[in-house]
């Protein structure tokens, strides 16, 4: 009998590739730039969920994270060339204000469409995000 | 020079007194025949002997007055005789030995720290005999473990009705020990399963439920106990030799994500014992086992030498010291936890938001290292006289872990290793009033002292120690001739730092009741801790996860209890069946675990709330009377939960069976089967999950195992196949299980 159940399941298969596609954008910054100490990094963060609080930044396998953003300027852009396939509920730009791991805030967030967007396998997303650095955004979410 | 004569008879009469009654006789089996190597002792000494090939033996030296002989050999029920020996005489004294046909009848010593037989003890234990480690090839010993009822493995973290659950190796709820020794690594309290050496190992008990009554902390969830083989009396060499292949994994996508994929990896190993007796007093053994494994995955080949060396001498008949010294060098890659779910052979990276140009992309899923370890366990026994013994055990562990840097594949400076030392002794006393008592008594001392550059102590520094005091007792009474009541109680006291100790009293009780011959019902309670490892409370570093150490760990507690019974009835002509069922209940108490603490912005090993682990056990032995055929199913039920959400508690399987087939084809021929079944865990803790992809995939774990051996004089061969219907599972979170594996081995036997 154990045999018979065993031989008929193989187990753990790896999962379906879900794919990937491409995310690009731009970003506009009003009002007066925080210090220079206070702009450890900055990144375009897309995520699949919707954060509840800080330690949701370790969520890595649910999110996709640009490379450096340029501090300082009025308009860039950011791309993120391989994005997992999937709906995606809170993005936007992403500032880390102290050395520690979590000290991340978001500062602009992208708002059309209730904020969500979907990437398909293959295709690229285009949005756009405005930072206003009198009126930052709250976190967590209500 | 008459009063010279004088002298020399007087010297010559007492000499005689004492060394001038003998005991001489023949032992049989029921069909007759003489038995060799059945050891004969006389009860309260060292004083015995051991038959020849056609059974016979002789005692000399024996004391004058009322003595008890007893008579024991694997496989045979003891048998005691009470003669008087008066002076000079020369006693004839023959034995027929009736056999043990069932592993229900073996002795164990774990239950209560003496022998007694396995059937007899008022709590669950559960024997593996040296027979059943040969059989399997056992190289590890998790491989044998993997087939006792109630033990689930978890990685190399071990289980024992769900106690452990899975703690990033680096504490255990389960006590190891090698003959009564606690076996523990200073640093992180895992189970140093490779430092053991299985060619030598005459059996593995395992405790279930709570032994800090017995053994103090780490002995929460269970006890392994490892007894090494006593010396024989012939010389025996013995050579095996083992070689294998991994089969390449099942699914294509995994085999293309690594360049070695598609190849059958190999694995072998070698080992040579030799145990001699020099005299009737002196004696040893000694075996060195090399294995080299390429591993199924990339980075994760590993090479092992271990040594180990056993001394027995008898410098006077109530004397004997006893020493165990084994040495074990490893070299390894040690993978962690995969890429993802479709990329299960190479290992995976953490990273967080690091610039990809920037920053090195190898995978950091797989550190390799490099480790020694050394332990010393000299024991002292002496038997005052017939009703009192005592024996001191000393002990000592040694640890040297020296990370290896992937680039150069050169050892890194001991500075960013882990150099650890536990070091202690204790004294057992036993006294044994009457047949119908036993009181043990005992006290014992140890001390860790680890340096790493990943701990840092209360008082900044990187080396730091916790030592450790204990006294416990232990009474047995025989109430009436079916009535036993068993007691204990054991206190611990930890210092943590220069200004925090711990302290705990451990309780037990239970009773056993016979109802009918070799028929017992069983009743127990009783307490257990364990103290936080140093990994636990001391791990401080951000250099790969953000782990904060926490100086208010407190040690966990659990209570637990227990009814059961166990039996032994015929079954007609075809033999007899053996069985075992009891219903348990575990409460605990501030369990350590890691988890993300937003207030630290880092991982903690913290303390959580309450919970209760409930379950059953059943276990089914049967085996024809010729020995023939043996089968036996074990299954074991558990349901937990944590007070405070409700939820289950993480990697707790609800359903975990076991099986086992033997069969003799023809003549020598002989065939095996092992299967295991683990349901998967309701339940996968999250936090590994955020940053390590499918980390929360599991699945069932069904795993079938096949073995065909023949013997013909001293050479035996055998072929092994693991998990032969290629099922894939998880191991441990992020850890493809062991694939199917071919395995041809040779043993020869002097």
Redesign the interface.
């Known amino acids: 009998m154990a045999v018979l159940i065993t031989a008929c399941d193989h187990g753990l298969e790896p999962p379906t590739d879900r794919g990937a596609g491409a995310i690009e954008g731009s970003v506009h910054y009003v009002g007066d730039w925080p210090p220079s100490d206070e702009l450890q990094d900055l990144r375009f963060v897309a995520m699949r969920f919707i954060p509840q609080d800080t330690t949701d930044f370790f969520r890595l396998n649910d999110m996709e994270i640009s490379v450096g953003l340029s501090s300082n300027v009025s308009d860039d852009v950011f791309s993120i060339a391989l994005a997992q396939a999937g709906t995606y509920f809170y993005s936007g730009i992403a500032q880390k204000f102290d050395e520690d791991l979590l000290s991340w805030r978001p500062i602009g967030l992208y708002a059309d469409n209730g904020g969500i967007f979907v990437v398909r396998s293959g295709e690229t997303v285009s949005i756009s995000i405005t930072v206003d650095f009198d009126n930052l955004p709250v976190f967590p979410p209500r | 020079m008459k009063y010279l004569f004088l002298i020399l008879s007087c010297l010559l009469f007492s000499a005689q007194s004492s060394a001038g009654q003998s005991v001489e006789g023949i032992i049989t089996g029921e069909d007759g025949l003489g038995i060799p190597g059945v050891n004969i002792l006389i009860e309260g000494t060292l004083i015995g002997a051991a038959s020849d090939v056609d059974g016979r033996y002789l005692i000399e030296d024996a004391p004058a007055g009322t003595i008890v002989l007893r008579f024991s050999a694997i496989g045979f029920f003891d048998e005691r005789r009470t003669i008087r020996l008066e002076d000079l005489a020369r006693e004839t004294v023959s034995v027929t030995l009736k056999e043990k046909i069932l592993l229900a009848d073996e002795v164990v010593v774990s239950a209560s720290r003496r022998e007694q037989p396995a059937l007899s003890v008022p709590v669950s234990i559960s024997v593996l005999s040296s027979d059943d480690l040969l059989r399997r090839n056992t190289i590890v010993l998790d491989d044998a473990l993997r087939t006792v009822s109630g033990v689930h493995i978890l990685g190399n973290q071990i289980n024992i009705r769900g106690s452990s659950g899975f703690a990033y190796n680096t504490g255990s709820r389960v006590l190891l020990m090698l003959d009564g020794m606690p076996l523990l690594t200073p640093d992180s309290d895992g189970i140093p399963l490779e430092a053991l050496p299985t060619t030598e190992i005459e059996r593995v008990e395992v405790l279930k439920g709570p032994g800090s009554a017995l053994y103090g902390s780490g002995a929460l969830g269970g006890v392994i106990n490892v007894v090494t083989r006593d010396l024989p009396d012939q010389p025996t060499t013995t050579i095996k030799t083992f070689g294998g292949l991994w089969d390449p994994v099942?699914?294509k996508?995994?085999r293309d994500g690594w360049k070695h994929g598609d190849e059958y990896r190999p694995f072998w190993g070698v080992s040579a014992s030799h145990a001699t007796r020099k005299s009737p007093g002196f004696g040893w053994w000694t075996s060195l086992t090399f294995r080299r494994d390429a591993g199924f995955t990339a980075l994760s080949g590993r090479d092992v030498f271990h040594g180990f060396a056993k001394t027995s001498w008898r410098p006077r008949p109530s004397i004997k010291i006893e020493s165990l010294v084994g040495i074990m060098a490893r070299q390894r890659d040690n993978f962690l936890f995969w890429n993802s779910?479709?990329d299960?052979l190479n290992p995976g990276r953490?990273?967080?938001?690091e610039?990809?140009?920037a920053v090195d992309q190898s995978p950091n899923g797989a550190p390799d290292d490099f480790v020694r370890q050394i332990s010393f366990l000299p024991v002292f026994t002496h038997f005052v006289n017939s009703k009192v013994f005592y024996e001191v055990r000393l002990r000592a562990f040694g640890t040297l872990v020296q990370p290896i840097d992937d680039d150069t594949q050169k050892r890194k400076d001991l500075s960013e290793g882990t150099l650890g030392a536990r070091y202690g002794g204790e004294f057992q006393g036993n006294w044994i009033p009457n047949e119908d008592r036993r009181v043990v008594v005992g006290f014992s001392r140890d001390a860790i002292t680890t340096k790493s550059s990943f701990f840092v102590t209360t008082d900044g520094d990187a080396l730091g120690g916790q030592p450790e005091v204990a006294m416990f007792t232990h009474i047995e009474e025989q109430l009436s001739s079916t009535l036993q009541l068993v007691g204990g109680l054991r206190y611990d006291h930890y210092r943590i730092d220069a200004s925090k100790t711990e302290s705990r009293v451990s309780p037990k009780i239970s009773l056993a009741y016979e109802w009918r011959p070799k028929n017992l019902i069983r009743v127990a309670w009783g307490h257990g801790f364990r103290v936080p490892s140093f990994a636990e409370r001391f791990t401080d570093n951000?250099e790969f996860l953000?782990i904060v150490r926490n100086l208010e760990l407190k040690p966990e507690r659990s209570q637990s209890f227990e009814v059961g019974i166990r039996g032994v009835s015929p079954f007609g002509s075809l033999g007899l069946v053996s069985w075992d069922a009891s219903a348990f209940w575990n409460t605990y108490q501030r369990f350590i675990e890691p988890r993300?603490v937003?207030a630290e912005?880092?991982f903690q090993f913290v303390n959580l709330g309450d919970a209760t682990i409930v379950g059953a056990e059943s276990m089914l032995e049967w085996r024809t009377r010729s020995g023939d055929v043996q089968a036996s199913v074990g299954y074991t039920y558990l349901s937990s939960e944590e007070a405070d959400s409700g939820d289950e508690l993480p990697f707790r399987p609800k359903h975990h069976i076991v099986?086992t087939l033997e069969v003799r084809l023809i003549g020598s021929l002989r065939a095996g089967a092992d299967?295991r079944?683990t349901s998967e865990p309701d339940r996968v803790e999250s936090?590994f999950?955020?940053?390590?992809?499918?980390a929360g995939?599991m699945?069932?774990?069904?795993?079938?195992d096949l073995r065909l051996s023949a013997q013909k004089g001293p050479v035996k061969l055998a072929i092994l196949i693991n998990n032969a219907?290629?099922?894939?599972?998880?191991d441990r979170p992020a850890l493809?299980g062991e694939p199917r594996r071919f395995t041809f081995q040779a043993t020869w036997t002097r």
């Open positions: 099942r699914h996508v995994w779910a479709r299960v953490v990273s967080f938001g610039d990809a140009s951000r953000p993300l937003p912005q880092a099986s299967f079944y936090d999950a955020r940053f390590v992809t499918d995939i699945v069932d774990t069904k795993v079938l219907l290629e099922y894939h599972y998880v493809l």
